[in-house]
């Protein structure tokens, strides 16, 4: 997709905003429609948004580590969030991959799922746990 820039400036949302690609008889060419409504999940408010670019500014300046960030952002979600959701924040922050997510929340001992649920937790008082040995056997060394 390119030529969306400009629309892109006028729109009220910087993140979350939710849209449909509908194929047409032509080949490569997609109509593209505009829902005016924003995914709850991937939703950044205006607020936030602000919030983490400090972070990135923050982060740069200390030279944290996608660790430290994630533990940031975490913070800011007492009863929890989404994977999606701290994935878009971190992106704001530092671009990563969502494996690198996936594998700081699986791995560190203050990162939890509890039964049941799809949300991730962020317990400070376990940082000092570090690394959960468990997942040492699923560590691939290149």
């Known amino acids: 997709m390119f030529g969306l820039i400009d629309w892109f400036f006028e729109q009220p949302v910087e993140s979350g905003a939710v849209f449909s690609l509908t194929r047409t008889p032509r080949a490569n060419v997609f109509e593209f429609e505009w829902l005016d409504q924003t995914d709850p999940v991937v939703f950044i408010t205006t607020q936030r948004m602000e919030e983490l670019r400090d972070l990135q500014a923050r982060s740069e300046e200390a030279g944290m580590s996608t660790y430290e960030v994630l533990r940031e952002v975490m913070s800011h979600w007492p009863k929890g969030a989404d994977f999606l959701t701290l994935l878009w924040e971190i992106n704001v922050v ?33 940082v000092e746990q570090g690394f959960d040995k468990t997942k040492r056997k699923f560590i691939v060394r290149r």
């Open 94 to 126: 530092r671009r990563v991959s969502r494996r690198l997510v996936a594998s700081l929340l699986s791995s560190y001992a203050c990162f939890y799922q509890r039964s049941g649920s799809p949300v991730w937790h962020y317990d400070s008082k376990k």
